[in-house]
């Protein structure tokens, strides 16, 4: 829903032409944007770009100032200026920012490296074009649980979860127990992942003695059996 912002100045003087007060202007937008994203980021700024000049014919005029409903950014604000004898629309420029408390790398992460808690931290930083993006952002040092970087991370990187990754059940290379069920008998067998996975998925993991390739599903985080 769009909201509108209303300022009445009055003077007492009669003259044929008033200028309308820039600042006022940038008052209102200001009083806009902290009304619609003071509660949502821990911080907001607005840089208006551009002061605009406008003469009006009445020293009594009204300030309607309406958002657009993506105005993050650099944004067009619409502005109403009416006086009793006309009625102008301007657009002014604004670039609006906001931040939040967010998870952000505090050392270097290597790609599909597993994080810690002693990797992130949170920390005030600017999120809009993140939130343009309509990016998920991470907030808190428990997103980070089971989880590693999918590409390089840079210290002060913000995490979002297209950034990050489960870490899978078995990953390549490891040392497994083949299950292998043979009418009453249930027979393990050392076998080495060649992929990771997670539980469920069916994977090539190798017979270091016969050099044999296998397909096994992989049951639990140590054990495998014979796919089917």
């Known amino acids: 829903m769009k909201t509108f912002y209303s300022l009445l100045l009055l003077t007492g003087l009669t003259i044929a032409a008033t200028v309308v007060d820039a600042a006022q202007i940038e008052t209102q937008i200001r009083q806009a944007v902290n009304e619609r994203y003071g509660n949502v980021y821990t911080k907001v700024e607005v840089t208006i770009l551009g002061q605009p000049r406008i003469s009006m014919e009445n020293a009594t005029y009204e300030l309607s100032v309406r958002l657009p409903e993506k105005s993050l950014g ?98 390549k290379d490891q040392v497994l127990s083949l299950i292998v069920e ?11 992942a060649l992929a990771e996975g997670f539980i469920g998925n069916t994977i090539q993991v190798l017979n270091p003695k016969s050099n044999i390739v296998l397909m096994a599903r992989i049951s639990d985080k140590q054990s495998v059996v014979l796919a089917n």
């Open 182 to 192: 043979q009418k009453s008998l249930s027979i393990k067998l050392p076998v080495k």
């Open 74 to 171: 650099l944004t067009i604000v619409p502005v109403t200026i009416t006086s009793t004898k006309e009625s102008r629309q301007v657009r002014v420029q604004a670039n609006i920012r906001v931040y939040d408390q967010v998870l952000v790398a505090q050392q270097p992460v290597d790609r599909r490296q597993n994080l810690t808690e002693l990797m992130v931290k949170v920390s005030q930083e600017e999120v809009t074009p993140y939130v343009l993006a309509k990016k998920d952002i991470c907030k808190t040092v428990d997103r980070a649980n089971g989880k590693r970087s999918k590409s390089f991370l840079k210290p002060g990187d913000i995490l979002t979860a297209d950034k990050l990754e489960s870490i899978p059940d078995v990953l």
